[in-house]
């Protein structure tokens, strides 16, 4: 084993023609050790290699080639050097993972709490694996580059969707990357084009309740290795594999995939938490801090990334790139995203240099960019996200929907401005293409048949005695808290949910579903289940009548609003009043073209014309307590009903919509009707792939 200068590029480790090469940063160090281990569950290194400074350092950089070491070699490093101001920093009793491992090994071992503090961590380290760095073969299997206009994200959890009763997934593939394969099919004949995972970088299961495990997995140990909980085959080396399989087969069926990141904090959390990687290297340039070195937290766990020092900067930029060019994902999904935006002090940047240099990288160009617009510490850029590229989760229209459809007063305005693009929230004009994400639930909260069946959130099982998760959720149990056998109340919980799917469906932006919602996927109230690796945070496939009644609902939903893309997500927004030759849109109440705005009202329509003043749509809005009657314009050619959600579930928004020539439209009270010009809709009906 020949210890050799080595080279600080490419960073981590990379085979060469003769053994492996080494490069971490570590600007501040004053030595480092380079420690190779027989395998990952070892307890002592098999050896120690001290790196010369004078030899194996470039700026900030330490490198060295190792001659004769394999694919598969297990390594981690000792860095040494003085404490920083605020009493953390370089600890050479601990062996660290190096940030950019692609494989990580040795959780036989691994013991949280033995990183803590001043505690030598040698006997229960993780250890880096070295692995190929491969490119995904995007000819084979080339993205799908669906536009935005046609585009419907699915956030899953990558373990959680193949499990649960009645799965159809076979046991020993259920919780892994590989386990979606075989659910692809149910995806693609539900009508989506993207799926959002969550978490699937490597992430710390252990930093949760006693008893319980960090399911979620925002709790990041890599930014770089996928979760080795993810993968069926135990072998480190495998795992990459079964990620590009996965990535593979979701090309192959047309299907996106987009990663949930969390560039934001580590789980090493707050300088009382354990040292297991960056804080070792390079404590005040991967973590925000003040004058004292004492950790600025926005993230709500203990510490916020530096994300615009040059170190954090090239490291969350390798990690996309080797996501989107190793693993062949097609985007991101940043959480927390608006923290990357903050500078020293926590100062917020107009041109914060992580995004500059993310939109300026070829390598990343063709890849779809998504943010929370917010942060723990009060920052909220939704529509003036500094960022041209990034579409931003529009958590107003997530709220406005909400509260319309629970009865609440003074928001047929804002329910206005949701179905015109948001223009209040991005400068006065609609959401660019791409700019404004919608949706009513994530999987921070509650899930849709719990958003209509609880007022309060129910997060005793977290064992935080229910502090946890938001308090404010804008829901409504519609008369009984929980399960109930009374039928009005199941009813009207049944046309609830299909209101708040239709309306975010018909509007304009770029949908997400929450995964089983479409099932009527519930979590028994808790809006919060982080920690609930069982049934509460699985997929729902034991599926009865009335699931599969919502499903083929929003299957033929799904396949309707890819028809009306046009008029609900046209290219250019649509102009208010009769437009010269273009389509154009208009406001009604119960009576046509007299919309009423006050704070009272609970109700809304809208229609689209085309250039020759021909009602081509008609859409009608009624969260009133009491049945309405609406006027319609009239239709050359007569009105096909498409989706009347006051009717029973299957004739509410049938396969086959019949011709219909009303002289108005009687809506029952919380109902939603869409009707659409005969001969607008292609033959062929809305049997949603069939689903």
């Known amino acids: 084993m020949v210890l050799g200068i080595g080279r600080p590029w490419p960073l981590g480790s990379s085979r060469t023609a003769t053994g492996v090469n080494f490069s971490v940063a570590a600007p501040l160090a004053t030595a480092l050790e380079l420690l190779i281990f027989a395998d990952g569950d070892a307890r002592e290194a098999s050896r120690v290699l001290r790196l010369d400074p004078n030899l194996h350092r470039s700026g900030d950089y330490w490198h060295a080639e190792v001659e004769g070491l394999e694919l598969g070699c297990c390594y981690g490093y000792r860095v040494f050097g003085p404490l920083a101001p605020g009493g953390h920093g370089f600890q050479p009793a601990k062996v660290l993972l190096d940030p950019c491992a692609r494989a990580i090994s040795g959780w036989g071992v691994y013991d949280r709490l033995g990183g803590l503090g001043d505690q030598p961590n040698t006997h229960c380290c993780l250890k880096a694996v070295v692995t190929e760095r491969d490119p995904f073969d995007l000819n084979r299997h080339p993205r799908p580059r669906h536009p935005w206009s046609q585009t419907v994200i699915y956030e899953l959890h990558p373990g959680g969707f193949s499990r649960g009763a009645a799965s159809p997934v076979t046991p020993d ?399 250019r927004p649509l102009p208010e009043g009769p437009g010269k030759g273009v389509p154009w849109r208009a406001w009604h109440g119960v009576e046509l073209g007299k919309p009423d705005w006050a704070s009272w009202s609970h109700c809304l329509a809208c229609s689209i014309h085309g250039s020759e003043d021909r009602p081509l749509l008609w859409l009608g809005l009624n969260a009133y307590f009491k049945a309405l009657h609406f006027d319609i314009p009239a239709s050359p050619t007569g009105w096909r009903r498409v989706i009347d959600t006051g009717l029973p579930p299957e004739e509410d928004l049938p396969a086959h919509p019949p011709l219909w020539r009303p002289p108005s439209a009687p809506m029952e009270s919380r109902s939603l009707m869409l009707l659409v010009a005969d001969g607008l809709l292609p033959d062929g009906g809305l049997d949603g792939n069939g689903c």
């Not at 996965?246 to 959390?269: M, P, R």
């Not at 994530?442 to 048949?449: P, Q």
């Not at 996927?521 to 982080?530: D, E």
Request: hydrophobic share 35%.
């Open 173 to 571: 593939l259920q919780g892994s990357f590989l386990g979606l394969i075989p659910l692809l099919p149910y995806l693609r004949q539900l009508g989506v084009t993207t799926i959002e995972l969550l978490p699937s970088m490597a992430f710390d299961p252990h930093d949760a309740p006693a008893g319980r495990s960090n399911y979620w997995g925002y709790s990041p140990l890599s930014w770089f290795a996928p979760h080795s909980g993810y993968g069926a085959d135990p072998d480190p080396l495998a795992l990459r594999h079964e990620l590009r399989t996965l990535v593979a087969a979701c090309h192959d069926a047309d299907l996106e995939v987009l990663v949930d990141v969390v560039y934001n904090h580590t789980t090493e959390g707050s300088p009382q938490g354990p040292t297991l990687s960056w804080r070792g290297f390079a404590d005040q340039a991967y973590y925000l801090q003040d004058a004292r070195g004492s950790y600025l937290d926005v993230s709500g766990c203990g510490n916020t990334i530096a994300a615009n020092t040059p170190l954090s900067r090239r490291l969350i930029l390798e990690s996309m790139r080797c996501w989107a060019l190793e693993l062949g994902v097609d985007g991101f999904r940043f959480d927390l995203g608006v923290a990357l935006t903050r500078g020293e002090g926590l100062q917020p940047l107009d041109h914060p240099p992580l995004f500059e240099a993310l939109e300026a990288d070829p390598a990343l160009a063709d890849l779809k960019i998504v943010s929370e617009p917010w942060d723990c510490g009060g920052l909220y850029r939704l529509g003036d996200f500094p960022a041209r590229r990034v579409g931003t989760w529009n958590g107003r229209f997530r709220d406005d929907l909400r509260r319309f459809w629970k009865g609440d007063d003074d928001l047929t305005w804002s329910l206005a401005n949701r179905f015109s693009g948001s223009p209040d929230l991005f400068g006065g004009r609609p959401a660019a293409s791409g700019r404004s994400i919608t949706f009513v639930t994530a999987h921070d909260g509650f899930s849709l048949h719990d958003l209509v069946s609880y007022n309060d959130k129910h997060n005793l099982a977290n064992g935080e005695n229910n502090r946890d998760g938001d308090s404010h959720n804008n829901s409504w149990n519609h008369g009984v808290e929980g399960p109930t056998t009374d039928k009005a109340v199941l009813q009207l919980r049944e046309r609830q949910m299909r209101n708040l799917l239709a309306t975010l469906l018909l509007a304009p932006g770029v949908p997400m579903l929450l995964m089983g919602d479409e099932v009527r996927r519930s979590q028994g109230g808790n809006n919060n289940t982080w920690c609930q690796d069982n049934a509460l945070g699985w997929m729902h496939w034991d599926h009865d009548e009335g699931d599969r009644q919502l499903q083929r609902f929003v299957a033929r939903l799904l396949r309707l609003r890819s028809q009306l893309s046009p008029l609900i997500q046209p290219d």
